[in-house]
């Protein structure tokens, strides 16, 4: 069964480091997106992207976040200058037409 | 925007009874509700998903009921197993384009022998 997958699986930086996590979607889906969820709490909604750009995004992505698919295959979030409250468990998930999400294993975030 | 309520937080059961977890919403656009179950320090998986043009979905001990005049959906777990312990959430959207889901809080179901 087709799964999204992620790298790194963890990640540990210093505060003001920029971090990209990676993503490669499920092959034929249409719509990617990031969210984000801090230990014990619910999963967040950060940005979606279709047609390579924004669909839209959350509160939480501020100027510091970008997204980017660089290829026909990737999907990544950049995080520029990183904060101790980033320190998150970031998930990629894709979906076809918009309705099923599929995430990814996620990327546990540690900034220090 | 949606938001998206849910109960209980915790949730303990015995083996072989059912579960009930709740959720309300309150966008009233919203027209699908997909419910993710998380084990510990895993993705969250797709287990069961409703329209809103139905009213009930089942998938063998899983089912699903929507009532959308109230704005409130349930997830109702029949035969609990002990592998059903974990963390399940609701979530709600309006299925236009990208699928935004605003996650319920979370219920930690526990099975116990």
């Known amino acids: 069964e087709p799964e999204v997958t992620q790298t790194p699986s963890h990640q540990v930086t210093q505060m003001g480091q920029e971090v990209i996590l990676r993503c490669v979607p499920i092959s034929n889906h249409l719509y990617f997106y990031w969210y984000r969820q801090i230990l014990g709490q619910k999963v967040e909604f950060l940005v979606s992207f279709y047609n390579n750009e924004i669909s839209e995004k959350s509160e939480i992505f501020d100027d510091q976040f970008s997204v980017e698919r660089p290829d026909g295959s990737n999907f990544t979030l950049k995080i520029r200058s990183t904060k101790l409250e980033d320190s998150a468990m970031y998930f990629c998930a894709s979906s076809g037409y918009g309705e099923k999400l599929f995430f990814g294993s996620g990327t546990q975030l540690s900034v220090l | ?113």
């Open chain 2, 1 to 113: 925007g949606e938001n998206v309520e849910q109960h209980p937080s915790t949730l303990s059961v015995q083996e072989g009874d059912s579960a009930v977890i709740k959720c309300t919403y309150s966008d009233s656009a919203s027209n699908y509700f997909p419910w993710y179950k998380q084990e510990l320090g895993k993705r969250p998986q797709l287990i069961i998903d409703i329209r809103s043009n139905v009213g009930e979905k089942k998938d063998q001990r899983i089912a699903v009921t929507l009532n959308k005049t109230a704005k409130h959906f349930s997830l109702h777990i029949t035969e609990t197993q002990p592998e059903d312990s974990a963390v399940y959430f609701c979530a709600a959207t309006y299925t236009g384009t990208a699928s935004k889901l605003t996650f319920g809080t979370g219920t930690r179901l526990q099975v116990t022998l």
